[in-house]
C-alpha cells in the first residue's frame, strides 16, 4: 500500500516557475517508479515525467529541457520543478507510484498557467 499526496499547485504566468511535491506514505527507496502524469480537460492523462529508485528519469517531449523530477532530502517525497510554464501546461497534476507492479495515483493538485 502507498498514499500519495501532491502539493504545489497554483495560478502562474506564461514563463513562471513552480516546484510540485509528492509525499509517499513510505520511503521512496521501496518504490519500484515514481512518476507525475497531467490531465487537461477534456483530454486523455498524459505521462509527464519518471524517476525509478536507481536515479533514472524519463521525459515527455513536451517537457524536455523545462521540467525536472528529482527525490528530496526526505526519503519519501519527489519533487516536479516546472520552469518557463507554457498555457499548454495547465491542467490537473498527479502523482503516481509503482510499487511491485501495482500503481498507485495522488489526488491531483492543479496548475494555471494564464498567457
Known amino acids: 500500500q502507498v498514499q500519495l499526496v501532491e502539493s504545489g499547485g497554483a495560478l502562474v504566468q506564461a514563463g513562471g516557475s513552480l516546484r510540485l511535491s509528492c509525499a509517499a506514505s513510505r520511503s521512496i527507496r521501496s518504490i519500484n517508479s515514481m512518476g507525475w502524469y497531467r490531465q487537461a480537460p477534456g483530454k486523455q492523462r498524459e505521462f509527464v515525467a519518471t524517476?525509478?529508485?536507481?536515479?533514472?528519469?524519463n521525459y515527455a517531449d513536451s517537457v524536455q529541457g523545462r521540467f525536472t523530477i528529482s527525490r528530496g532530502d526526505a526519503t519519501n517525497t519527489v519533487y516536479l520543478q516546472m520552469n518557463s510554464l507554457k498555457p499548454e501546461d495547465t491542467a490537473v497534476y498527479y502523482c503516481?507510484?509503482?510499487?511491485?507492479?501495482?500503481?498507485?495515483w495522488g489526488q491531483g493538485t492543479q496548475v494555471t498557467v494564464s498567457a
Open positions: 524517476i525509478t529508485s536507481g536515479g533514472s528519469t
Open positions: 503516481r507510484a509503482i510499487r511491485i507492479t501495482v500503481p498507485y
